[in-house]
């Protein structure tokens, strides 16, 4: 009994230990790798910040600062990982190297593109085999600069310029926000100043600047960034060195009281200041004072630059009383269009651009298809062999009891040739879809490129990618509100990861659906080793002439010089050709539509990709020839992957010197400065069919204007009102005569007026008002009546030496709108020269 008492309470007691050992285990191993974790997690602190200022505008380039503290005794020898979600199932990943020595710190300055909706970002430290040791997720405030203009303040006494914040703007669709630019540390490459609208220096020697810092600030603008420029007392050495080639004439600031351009208790209101009148090579002047300008501004690639006769921290009083200063000056440096486009909310111009980048790169190779022909041949050879050719030849040598043995095998025969003949349309691996644009000058070669990656499978794939190229995501945005933590510690999601490493940049697709879009933006800026385009152009009063040179290794196919609203077709230019352009048609073409232009030049993919480099690249005034063309088989120098299948085409650009003079005449298209429409429905030199419409054109007071034309536009006969909703206007025209207060009907084909033909049709302010009355012919009020375009001839007036006559143009005879959005360098640059010869 006492041995059965003890027994059981043996097996009891063992049932006690096992019970704990049971409990206890599962605790001790919790807390185990509790610790684990927590020391881990902890032994990487982070510390982040994001923008200027913590301020973030979606749909652009988004600089991030992460501090990273080792607060182990080993060195940290990992990757910076940033995550940001495209969707609830789906995320990007940024992985950057890092390294961190024993109980030290280290700062990793890194560009990311944000997408629209993005709202917070998770980084953490991970070691090579996947180890978190550290983890931060930050919120992003996006929504509160979706409607703002963002300007970035450069200045020894930034405190003065406070009048500029929080200023409301374009009629309360903007408010103004400044962030403060840290001399010693500005941005060496333009993606860090994306998300600034506007650059204003003041009061700040710019020698200070680095080369590199300033060539970033050039690129930036170049890209449609927009710079502001305060000179005073200092003249000439507020631009110096790199913006005072710009000046047509010497800046010399003097005292004087200058109009401000606003007014107070109705009366104009004026300030005592060190200033001087600003001429620019190709400047558009405003803000007149007494005559002289106070500001000009010029334009440069899609941006601009503009020069102030003052400088700005000696307005801070001023500015701070008159908040509706600071709205007009960038009403006049800006433009309505520009700040139009500034208003439009992030999220609509992001999708606007994606569904445009899908528009375009969701092409397929057409000689993937199979041949429809060869295929129906088969079939009917198939019909015929097994139907009536193998039943009489089998009956004809007495075996008719082999026809369905034969039947089966002819069948099995087919079968395989059809899997031979499809061999070709079938996808082995991943594939590449991509548009490529290259644009030459003497010097550098500026190369874009747009990739569509995707795999027939759902297998991990992606590609290796040259070190020299920057490579970003194009994100259509997310709606995700989630924690970032969970969606990456998910296992059902897909990730796309961008790795940074020494020797190439790494692109990997992990957990998509087959035939998953994936687009990518690279870029590259490589010197010239001496492949270029040559020539000049010369166009005026109808006369074309010049030559253009294809001073490449490759032929150039479908070639055209593009003018604005004019368009010189050239066709095939083969390496080291010479082409005259004198004889050459020259073809009117619409601004601002790029489909119709497109059209008139190539097809296809090439087509497409000429549409939307018109559309975001080149879809404003611009002064210089551009020479179009697309090479054919040319090589992918993004990457040493060069077996992938792949399906794309390459554009070819280059900016040429175009000369609009003769005689000391310069001819101008009267659209580079954009028209005020009085009345009527009008929009890119085209009105509604069903409604008159009245437009003013402004020339500048210190214009002579000789001769007043008009170009029609060109309507092909592959061009139909169905094509692109657009025709040539049909009605009447009337110019405004000022000195019988009425309208005087004009025939626009053939009109041509000059001298005291022209002088009653302008005012002392050298304003042309025009009424156009559509003819009424029962048109769609979805078409659109293209104007016929004014085209100026003027005299060039000398400035005199007390500086009171402003002149609008000296290259190519054109007013450059503050409205433009593309000159090149190159076109500003060989102003200046022309200007300095002249």
């Not at 305060?230 to 110096?240: M, P």
């Not at 001429?279 to 501004?297: H, I, K, N, Q, T």
């Not at 010239?528 to 196919?557: C, P």
């Amino acid at each position: 009994m006492n041995r059965m008492r003890g027994g059981f309470w043996r097996r009891k007691e063992g049932r006690g230990v096992r019970h704990a050992a049971a409990v206890i285990f599962p605790l001790l191993l919790f807390f185990l790798l509790l610790f684990s974790f927590s020391a881990h997690a902890d032994s990487i602190k982070l510390n982040l910040t994001y923008g200027y200022q913590n301020t973030a505008k979606a749909g652009r380039f988004l600089p991030l600062r992460i501090d990273m503290e080792n607060t182990t005794e080993e060195t940290f020898a990992g990757y910076a990982h940033v995550y940001l979600a495209e969707s609830g199932s789906s995320m990007y990943e940024y992985r950057y190297p890092a390294l961190v020595e024993a109980e030290s710190a280290t700062s990793l300055a890194v560009n990311i593109a944000l997408g629209t909706g993005v709202n917070q970002l998770l980084v953490t430290a991970e070691g090579r085999d996947g180890t978190v040791y550290g983890s931060r997720r930050i919120g992003l405030d996006v929504a509160s600069s979706d409607a703002e203009l963002i300007i970035g303040l450069l200045s020894e006494r930034a405190d003065a310029l406070s009048y500029f914040q929080g200023v409301s703007l374009y009629d309360g669709l903007l408010r103004s926000r400044t962030v403060q630019l840290d001399p010693e540390k500005m941005p060496q490459d333009e993606t860090e100043l994306d998300q600034l609208d506007l650059i204003l220096i003041s009061d700040f020697e710019l020698s200070r600047l680095k080369a590199n810092e300033a060539a970033a600030i050039n690129r930036w603008v170049s890209g449609g960034g927009t710079l502001l420029l305060g000179s005073g007392s200092r003249g000439n050495s507020a631009l110096s060195p790199y913006y005072d080639e710009l000046l047509r004439t010497e800046l010399s600031p003097g005292e004087r009281s200058v109009d401000m351009g606003v007014e107070a208790d109705g009366q104009e209101v004026y300030q005592s200041l060190y200033a001087a009148p600003v001429y620019l090579f190709g400047g558009r002047e405003r803000l007149l004072s007494d005559g002289a300008p106070m500001l000009s501004v010029v334009s440069r690639g899609a941006g601009l630059i503009a020069v102030s006769a003052y400088d700005f921290c000696e307005l801070q009083r001023f500015g701070t009383e008159q908040p509706a200063y600071v709205d007009l000056l960038l009403r006049e440096i800006l433009g309505e269009r520009r700040l139009d486009r500034l208003s439009v909310s992030a999220t609509e111009k992001s999708l606007r651009n994606y569904w445009d980048i899908e528009l375009l790169l969701n092409r397929s190779d057409l000689s993937k298809l199979p041949g429809v022909g060869l295929y129906l041949l088969l079939l009917l050879s198939y019909v015929l062999l097994i139907g009536p050719v193998l039943r009489l030849l089998l009956r004809g040598q007495g075996a008719l009891r082999l026809y369905r043995p034969a039947v089966l095998l002819l069948s099995c025969l087919f079968a395989l040739l059809v899997w031979v003949m499809g061999i070709n349309t079938r996808l082995s691996g991943s594939f590449l879809t991509y548009v490529r644009w290259k644009d030459y000058s003497a010097d550098s070669i500026d190369e874009t490129d747009i990739l569509n990656l995707r795999s027939p499978y759902g297998e991990e794939y992606g590609m290796d990618i040259k070190t020299e190229y920057g490579v970003y995501p194009m994100l259509k945005g997310t709606d995700y509100t989630g924690d970032l933590s969970e969606l990456r510690a998910g296992g059902d999601i897909a990730d796309t990861s961008i790795s940074y490493f020494r020797n190439h940049t790494a692109l990997r697709i992990r957990g998509e659906a087959p035939f998953t879009a994936k687009y990518f933006e690279l870029h590259n800026k490589i010197p010239n080793t001496g492949e270029h385009f040559e020539g000049e152009v010369r166009y005026f009063d109808g006369a074309l002439s010049g030559t253009v040179t294809n001073g490449t290794a490759q032929t150039l196919y479908d070639a055209a010089i593009l003018l604005y609203g004019r368009l010189i077709r050239l066709g095939r230019l083969e390496p080291g050709q010479t082409v005259p352009l004198s004889g050459l048609s020259v073809e009117t073409v619409p601004v601002q539509n790029s489909a119709w232009t497109a059209s008139r030049i190539a097809n296809g993919s090439g087509r497409a990709l000429l549409g939307y480099y018109l559309s975001s690249e080149l879809n404003g005034y611009f002064s210089h020839a551009k020479l179009i063309g697309f090479f054919h088989d040319d090589p992918l120098d993004f990457t040493e992957n060069t077996q992938i299948e792949r399906y794309g085409v390459t554009m070819a650009l280059a900016s040429l010197p175009l000369t609009e003079e003769r005689d000391g005449e310069a001819e101008y298209p009267a659209l580079s400065l954009e028209p005020e429409a009085e009345s009527g429905d009008y929009e890119d030199n085209t009105i509604s069919p069903l409604f008159p419409a009245v437009l003013s054109y402004s020339f500048g007071q210190g214009e002579k204007l000789l001769k007043l034309r008009f170009e029609s536009l060109s309507l092909p006969s592959s061009v139909t009102e169905e094509s692109f909703r657009l025709l040539p206007f049909q009605g009447s025209m009337s110019l405004y005569n000022y000195r019988s207060g009425g309208y005087d009907n004009v025939d626009y084909w053939t009109v041509a007026l000059s001298g005291e033909a022209l002088a009653p049709y302008l005012n002392e302010e050298n304003v042309l008002r025009i009424r156009y009355t559509p003819r009424d012919e029962g048109r769609s009020a979805f078409t659109r009546l293209y104007l016929p375009m004014p085209i100026v001839t003027a005299e060039e007036t000398e400035i005199k030496e007390n500086g009171t006559v402003p002149v609008i143009r000296v290259q190519n005879g054109a007013a450059v709108s503050a409205d433009s959005e593309e000159e090149t360098e190159e076109a500003g640059t060989a102003a200046a020269s022309e200007g300095e010869t002249g």
